[in-house]
């Protein structure tokens, strides 16, 4: 309900890195072994070989951190931390050049990116002889060295004093570790790329082979001040360019604009390319490609994906009866073409407009960093509560407790009241996602703004069309029910499915806020029910209603608006708890239970995922499943994405979806299979039994 703002934390770890300042200011001229026992990523120096007359000589600063949880900094540590600082002491005419680095991670904290390291890794550094050296035996080389390790939650300003004898005899042999080292730095490309800033891009050409496999692309750049760290990167290919677009950083109207931009490609696996960008024209267009490397279907068949998709949230218990009701209204004695096909294009234009403002919403949230995907609305209780307020109030009314203008099946339409009949449709079908969303959805993410947006509309358009289609064609209209006594009496049923999905919504409230927050939730609606109970009563009395609604309802969302933020506290997940006792899903823990060596079964959900709770009771939570993987020695993992969960909207974004729910099936030694959004019974059985 009130997610952390990234800016208050970011300016915290500025505070925090302004009072570590002096510590990092301190002369580190201690002895190289007295710091590093109390320095928890520890370092050393190590030569590749002797030192030539006219040649370059590398060294090595290798970190090995005391413990899993420590970790380093690249060059440009991203949103929070701080790069490496060295002060070498060399002897005369010697040149150090720039510090080569392995292939950073993403780390993910509180909405900020880090580029880290994680384990051991080795900084190189290559330092030019002059041509006039003599070889006089051992020459002695130091360097004072400060860095920054942290964890996931404490950071810690370390330094040392590291010093070594570099020989001279041609002789000497390099360390056997050196290859090792040199591989991880990832090569520099031997051709320039061009890169092109706007107010709120960075836009960057690199010239790799078309051929070239992609993994999981993503671009490090070490410029400082020209991109946000922490929003999605879009990658297309055009020939044998690599076109990635990377939207800027906070206000830089003030910031002098670079000459050239520099960084690393990685390309998946550790593997990555260096890269050097000049300033000018950079290609547009090319074909999209996914984070995962694979090419985006073509753009028709995304918008046949969405359409479907749309369509098939018709059936869906929250927008059914809402769709059920509305179309039975069109067959109103005396109803006229002209007022259907009016109906019908208000009621498309109110679904598409929500649509399309969903999918803005959304994609602004991306540019600004915010890793979210599909019904991340959800994610936030007071959007839940609004929700059953809706839901609720839908409910009543097909009961008959009250009159709704545009639920009604007796009055006569107005383009008005359909509308914003199929805003409310709209709204109350993003819990719902289901079979065709998944890739369309999840190319919108990574398409330009203006082809994501006609996704959005599309599936907006898939989601109207049975009712377009009902007022616009009157032989469709001929086949529904004639009006008559049967009409009220489907009404009240349809308020079964509408009840239950409020009963769902009460429960969500108290997944995501607890006992006493669903409990201030129920409150507040029993007012809004009392309230609309009296506009009923007023309403078939012929006299004016809403004012009273007004005067009963006000008191018990005032009291709503204060004590439902007071009494919300966020709720641990209870996905593991489940007949298959997975796993909690980390990025950590996905790695070791792959590294095991057994088939390993991931799927993602979330307590407002209607689909996925059927997935779950039809598929998942099964004895007859638990079996089968404990026979076939299969890893369980779950993830729950109830509430926002920075690491699972990553691996979402990765595997080119939007939203849950998401099924992926590892074999030994193998890359995801993603399985379909709609599992049948056995599905999991079955690959199960194939590894035995």
């Known amino acids: 309900m009130f997610p952390p703002i990234r800016a ?11 009072l570590c300042a002096p510590f990092l200011a301190v002369d580190a001229a201690w002895a190289q072994s007295d710091l590093n026992q109390s320095n928890n990523l520890e370092a050393k120096l190590v030569s590749d070989g002797p030192a030539r007359a006219g040649e370059t000589v590398t060294l090595a600063i290798v970190f090995d951190p005391v413990a899993p949880e420590w970790h380093g900094y690249w060059k440009n540590p991203g949103d929070a931390g701080l790069g490496m600082q060295l002060d070498w002491d060399l002897p005369s005419g010697w040149e150090v050049r720039d510090p080569l680095y392995p292939v950073p991670q993403q780390l993910m904290i509180a909405d900020l990116m880090n580029h880290i390291f994680e384990g051991e890794y080795a900084v190189l550094v290559p330092i030019k002889v002059p041509d006039d050296f003599t070889a006089r035996g051992s020459i002695p080389i130091s360097v004072k060295g400060q860095w920054l390790a942290c964890t996931d939650r404490i950071c810690v300003p370390e330094g040392a004093t590291l010093s070594m004898f570099l020989p001279s005899n041609p002789d000497a042999e390099s360390n056997p570790r050196f290859a090792e080292w040199r591989a991880a730095v990832p090569p520099l490309l031997d051709q320039t790329g061009t890169f092109a800033l706007t107010d709120a891009s960075l836009r960057i050409a690199i010239p790799i082979p078309a051929s070239m496999g992609l993994t999981q692309p993503h671009v490090f750049v070490a410029t400082e001040h020209v991109a946000d760290y922490a929003a999605q990167q879009r990658f297309a290919r055009k020939g044998d360019m690599l076109i990635v677009d990377i939207v800027r950083s906070g206000p830089h109207s003030d910031a002098a604009e670079p000459n050239s931009v520099e960084g690393i490609l990685a390309l998946g696996n550790g593997n990555g390319v260096r890269f050097t960008a000049q300033a000018g024209d950079v290609p547009s267009g090319g074909t999209p490609i996914a984070t995962d490397g694979r090419e985006l279907p073509p753009l028709h068949l995304l918008l046949l994906g969405a359409l479907a998709g749309g369509l098939l949230l018709n059936i869906m218990p929250c927008v059914f009866p809402i769709l059920s009701l509305k179309a039975i209204s069109l067959v109103r004695a005396g109803e006229s073409q002209a007022q259907a096909r009016r109906e019908g294009f208000a009621y498309t234009a109110g679904v598409v407009l929500a649509c399309i403002g969903l999918g803005a919403l959304l994609l602004a949230l991306r540019a600004a960093g915010e890793n979210v995907g599909w019904a991340f ?31 009604s099946i007796t009055r006569k339409g107005e383009p008005a009241s359909a509308f914003a009949t199929g805003l409310l449709a709209a709204f109350v079908a993003t819990p719902c996602t289901g079979p065709f969303m998944a890739v369309a959805l999840g190319a919108a993410l990574l398409l330009p703004p203006i082809e994501a947006l006609l996704l959005f509309a599309v599936l907006g358009l898939g989601l109207a069309l049975p009712f377009l289609l009902i007022g616009c064609v009157p032989a469709l209209r001929a086949m529904l029910p004639k009006p008559g006594a049967w009409m009220e009496r489907f009404r009240k049923i349809m308020a079964i499915p509408m009840g239950l999905t409020a009963l769902a919504l009460i429960w969500l409230t108290k997944q995501l806020g607890g006992e006493g927050f669903a409990l201030f939730a129920l409150v507040v609606t029993f007012g809004v029910v009392m309230g609309l109970a009296v506009v009923g009563r007023l309403q078939r009395a012929g006299k004016l209603a809403w004012p009273a609604f007004g005067l009963i309802a ?126 049948t019974p056995d599905m999991l059985i079955e690959r199960a039994q194939r590894q035995r």
């Open 377 to 407: 609305q959800l994610q936030e209780p007071n959007v839940v509560v609004t929700l059953l307020l809706l839901a609720v109030v839908i409910t009543v009314n097909l009961v008959g407790l009250f009159e709704l203008p545009s639920l």
């Open 8 to 18: 208050f934390v970011a300016i915290l770890l500025l505070a925090a890195a302004a």
């Open 554 to 679: 006000a008191p018990f969302l005032v009291f709503g608006a204060f004590a439902l933020p007071s009494s919300y506290q966020p709720q641990e997940s209870n996905a593991a708890q489940s007949l298959l006792q997975p796993k909690v899903f980390s990025p950590a823990a996905l790695a070791t239970a792959r590294a095991s060596g057994q088939p390993v079964f991931v799927w993602f959900t979330a307590d407002w995922c209607v689909t996925c709770k059927v997935n779950e009771s039809v598929a998942i939570e099964r004895s007859a499943t638990r079996e089968a993987f404990d026979q076939a020695g299969v890893i369980a993992m779950v993830g729950d994405w109830t509430q926002r969960d920075t690491q699972i909207s990553q691996l979402l974004t990765d595997q080119g979806v939007a939203g849950v729910p998401l099924y992926l099936w590892y074999e030994p030694n193998a890359e995801a299979e993603t399985l379909p959004q709609v599992l």
